[in-house]
């Protein structure tokens, strides 16, 4: 290539006292040589993070590499100031053309996980967003809740982003408090990123992944600082008065029962998971009740034929403000409907529940669908490797998963089968919805009851900062 015709600027600059030209094509690559003479090159959209001058020194800063980022400084001496100037108006011109945020609102979660982020904000997220000339204003949470508050107030005209340096739980609650604002609908256009510091990181692990990225807190600031976005699809879930704002899962029956009662066995660190699951396996659960929902096309076939349903859906009462949920006209859908006994049943709206955990691989982020995945019979040694199958995906194939795409659910809980007496756990991102009687810490106020509830997807509500696909 002639890298001349494709030059926005090319000058004179020394390199180490090594005298070169550095180009900066229109492709947006800055070429020059080393002492070698190699010839080096950086993407600067892809690598390029920011740059500063200091006298007549410019210092490009970047983060390369592939599995593991690294950051490094590039410094040019221009051979003249003119030169200088035009190098930095032009490199400056190609960053700006790019879009990328300038000023990042960021919360920090002392405690998510294991209690780490803070230090990672200090260490790992800071200096790029240093390096990257970003401003932004920290904002620790204090309580349960408080990023909630915090989003549902926030000026969002002085931000370009929201960043939340946790688990999933602070991007779910900051996803809650933006739809709760009059201006939600503009709100929901703030992108928001996640770096991954709790124990949760299925929506950062979706977003990289889905790029052939690691799930590494460089990657994810670089997506941040890159600018790039997608529409993510939000779950309205209800119950009555109640609603709950998804963004990743739904789960009821084993894998809730696994999520929400390994945390008798917090200390066994993090094999509790593995080994509670093979104790739930051992001594399986089914749960009656039963599951109608409105298929995506192609999913037509699945469960029986109940036709409308509108008379047994509640519809979701006017709120004082906010999103008002999803505008769907539930008269036309066909719904169909499987029954229980259920081993599992989960709803997804990205493929990675966590960061080991690929539940829906099918899922897409802005789709307007969840992938619902259920499991009623199914062997325990067949069960065991399907579970075993988690990491990749691989469960979905298997002949005792049934896994298709809905619009809409509703939810109708029953006792466990054999065992009246006892219910089960539904959990959403995070949160315990409903506790029922006889579960783990029954005794807890939880947001909604063991008991019918309603779940429609509303397309593409909420933008993330996303590498780029
Ligand atoms: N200062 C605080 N004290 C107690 N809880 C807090 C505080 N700040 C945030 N939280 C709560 O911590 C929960 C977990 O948040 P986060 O997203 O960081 O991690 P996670 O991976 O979802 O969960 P985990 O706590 O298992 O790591 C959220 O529900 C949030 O409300």
Redesign the pocket.
């Given at each position: 290539m002639d890298h001349h015709q494709h030059s926005i600027v090319s000058d004179e600059v020394s390199v180490n006292g090594f005298k070169t030209s550095l180009t900066l094509t229109t492709d947006g690559i800055l070429r020059w040589s080393d002492r070698g003479p190699h010839l080096r090159q950086l993407s600067v959209e892809k690598e390029v993070v920011g740059f500063s001058t200091s006298g007549r020194l410019i210092t490009v800063r970047a983060l390369v590499g592939q599995r593991s980022l690294v950051r490094k400084r590039f410094v040019f001496e221009p051979v003249s100031d003119d030169s200088l100037r035009n190098l930095c108006d032009k490199i400056q011109g190609y960053i700006h053309s790019l879009g990328r945020p300038k000023k990042l609102f960021i919360f920090v979660?002392?405690?998510?996980?294991k209690k780490s982020?803070s230090k990672l904000f200090t260490n790992e997220v800071k200096p790029i967003l240093e390096d990257a000339n970003i401003e932004f204003t920290v904002q620790?949470?204090?309580?349960?809740?408080?990023?909630k508050e915090v989003a549902r107030s926030l000026d969002l005209s002085k931000y370009d982003g929201i960043i939340?340096v946790?688990?999933?739980?602070?991007?779910v609650?900051v996803v809650n408090g933006l739809l709760e604002r009059e201006d939600w609908a503009a709100a929901l256009k703030t992108p928001l990123g996640v770096i991954p510091?709790?124990?949760?990181?299925g929506m950062i692990k979706s977003l990289l992944d889905s790029a052939g990225e690691p799930c590494t807190p460089a990657h994810a600031v670089l997506a941040a600082i890159r600018g790039h976005k997608r529409s993510l699809d939000v779950a309205t879930i209800w119950q009555g008065e109640t609603v709950f704002f998804s963004v990743l899962m739904l789960a009821w029956g084993l894998i809730s029962d696994i999520d929400i009662e390994s945390e008798k066995y917090r200390w066994m660190g993090s094999a509790r998971i593995e080994f509670y699951a093979l104790k739930r396996i051992l001594q399986l659960r089914k749960y009656n009740g039963s599951i109608r929902f409105v298929p995506a096309p192609g999913f037509e076939n699945v469960g029986e034929e109940i036709g409308s349903c509108v008379d047994s859906m509640e519809p979701l009462k006017p709120r004082p403000h906010g999103y008002q949920g999803p505008k769907v006209d539930f008269k036309s859908f066909n719904w169909r409907q499987l029954n229980g006994p259920f081993v599992s049943v989960w709803l997804h709206n990205v493929p990675w529940g966590a960061e080991h955990t690929m539940a829906a691989p099918d899922a897409k982020f802005e789709d307007g669908y969840l992938d619902l995945i259920v499991m009623r019979q199914c062997p325990k040694l067949a069960l065991i490797s399907l579970m075993s199958k988690l990491n990749n995906g691989g469960h979905v194939k298997s002949p005792y998963v049934v896994y298709i795409k809905v619009k809409a659910v509703i939810l109708e809980p029953g006792p466990r089968a054999g065992k009246s007496t006892k219910e089960g756990i539904i959990d959403s991102d995070?949160?315990v919805l409903a506790r029922g009687k006889g579960t783990y810490k029954s005794n807890l106020k939880s947001l909604m009851v063991y008991d019918k509830l309603q779940v429609v997807v509303d397309q593409g509500l909420a933008t993330l900062f996303t590498p780029p696909v």
């Open positions: 979660n002392p405690f998510g996980g982020a620790e949470t204090k309580y349960q809740l408080h990023a939340c946790s688990g999933d739980g602070i991007l609650e510091a709790g124990t949760g990181n995070g949160e």
